[in-house]
């Protein structure tokens, strides 16, 4: 399994859809450590880049009903992409064990599609500054 890129455009079409919702239909998976806290995509879940290896196994469980991942950090030049690459092998490697602890899950996962956000957060930003229904909890001052 790969993953494709996802302009801040695109998924802002995804997000403004009335007939999407966040954690049904997608969800953007916010990779940043401790530069979450100065704002965010709405409905993001934060799962930091460092916790992702210790975590990828629950994720792919809770995450299976999502048919869209997009996953970022600040630019998506490192973390997203890292943190992306290790969702998808987990994914690619438990489709390929017929794992029975995953048989529930994994037609569901085979189907998941995994995004990066091209330019992350930086590029959401400079996107959707002046729609404050684009932005969560933003601190225009740090992003200035």
């Not at 455009?9 to 969800?27: H, M, N, Q, V």
């Not at 995509?41 to 196994?57: C, F, K």
């Not at 998506?76 to 048989?103: D, L, M, T």
Request: charged share 25%.
């Amino acid at each position: 399994m790969n993953f494709t890129r996802i302009t801040a455009a695109e998924l802002g079409k995804l997000i403004k859809d009335p007939t999407k919702k966040s954690g049904t239909d997608y969800l953007v998976v916010d990779v940043r450590d401790s530069d979450y806290e100065g704002g965010h995509i709405p409905g993001a879940l934060n799962v930091p880049s460092y916790e992702m290896r210790d975590r990828v196994d629950g994720l792919a469980k809770e995450l299976s009903d999502v048919p869209i991942l997009v996953f970022h950090c600040a630019l998506s030049q490192v973390r997203g992409p890292k943190s992306a690459r290790i969702y998808s092998e987990y994914v690619y490697n438990v489709i390929q064990s017929n794992n029975k602890s995953f048989e529930n899950y994994a037609p569901k996962l085979r189907e998941q599609q995994i995004s990066v956000l091209t330019g992350g957060f930086s590029s959401w930003y400079n996107q959707f500054k002046n729609d404050p229904e684009m932005l969560e909890d933003i601190d225009h001052d740090l992003w200035s």
